[in-house]
């Protein structure tokens, strides 16, 4: 295989429980938990989670520690050390700074920390090469943060930060109520991607579209509609699928109902990604093999799916 990447992992639904808890002891946070292994359950989606919004809050607790910049910068430098011992040379990691500023600190500080982090990442382990998105969040009182969110990408738009996305409860907050979000972004022509047609239907894949993006986080909605699916492959828009995550969510009722085999052989531009490695307990290696066990992928079409990322990829 010439390149092992992915383009959708989230930084805080990856984080290794052992760190989390080393976190809490030294930053003196009671967690509601009394061991790492407790801590690694409550991150984890139950096997019987019905909904996003379920899966989501298996967030609030590793949001707890990293209100901190050194617990940021060792969060990403940890992610990108674990892409990297695990064979990936290219990895976008993303995460929503204004979820870290709960103690005081500036989304400037979080962004930069998590940049050191993954700078000295990339210092130790030369075989990777790691970029960072930097997500809003879909919500009615946060404007305002979503806006910095933009501006921080815009201020550190370089070797590392990559591009601006929006995450978080599609169901609540669907797509179109942040044009302004993007077209800031697109004042400043940053580089994006939007998860749309994850909860949200064609139609939010459709607004997602209007700002302009080229990339779309998971955008499995599509299948519900010949005409979308034609305007992706017309557009060359690429879809960041997370098979395990869809399942989770019950985007997908089973893993086998999940439309990726759909997507692919219908030539939509599929790549394949974990999405979040702790909640959804996965990785890039474990999403190929469903792919080969469950959608029987050949090594080719697989290979496929990775050149599909690496062409996607904000960092060139
Ligand atoms: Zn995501």
Redesign the pocket.
Same mark, same amino acid.
């Given at each position: 295989m010439k390149h092992r990447l992915e383009l &959708?992992l &989230?930084l805080d639904g990856s984080l290794r429980p052992e760190t989390v808890w080393d976190l809490a002891v030294k930053q003196g946070i009671r967690l509601p938990v009394n061991s790492p292994e407790e801590v690694r359950f409550r991150m984890r989606v139950p096997e019987d989670c019905k909904t996003l919004d379920e899966y989501l809050e298996r967030f609030a607790l590793p949001l707890l520690v990293l209100q901190e910049e050194d617990a940021i910068e060792r969060v990403a430098f940890e992610l990108v050390e674990d892409l990297a011992k695990a064979g990936l040379d290219y990895a976008e990691i993303?995460f929503a700074p204004q979820l870290s500023v709960k103690q005081g600190l500036s989304q400037n500080a979080v962004t930069e920390a998590a940049i050191r982090g993954v700078a000295r990442g990339m210092e130790a382990y030369p075989g990777i090469r790691a970029g960072l998105i930097l997500c809003c969040m879909r919500g009615d009182t946060n404007e305002e943060l979503n806006l910095q969110t933009v501006d921080m990408v815009k201020k550190y738009l370089g070797d590392i930060v990559c591009a601006v996305d929006i995450?978080g409860a599609e169901g609540q907050f669907p797509t179109e109520l942040f044009k302004k979000v993007f077209d800031r972004a697109n004042e400043y022509q940053l580089p994006m991607t939007i &998860?749309a047609g994850e909860v949200g239907g064609p139609d939010s894949i459709r607004t997602a579209l209007s700002y302009g993006t080229k990339r779309i986080?998971?955008g499995v909605a599509a299948i519900k509609d010949e005409t979308l699916i034609k305007e992706l492959i017309e557009k060359n828009i690429t879809l960041e699928v997370?098979v395990t995550?869809n399942y989770h969510t019950k985007i997908a009722k089973t893993l086998a109902d999940h439309p990726i085999r759909r997507l692919f052989d219908a030539g939509v531009k599929v790549t394949v990604n974990s999405?979040?490695m702790t909640a959804s307990d996965t990785h890039l290696q474990k999403e190929l093999e469903i792919l080969r066990s469950v959608f029987k992928f050949t090594d080719k079409e697989i290979e496929r799916l990775q050149e599909n990322a690496w062409d996607a990829r904000f960092l060139k």
């Open positions: &959708h &989230h993303r995450a &998860h986080g998971h997370c995550s999405d979040n």
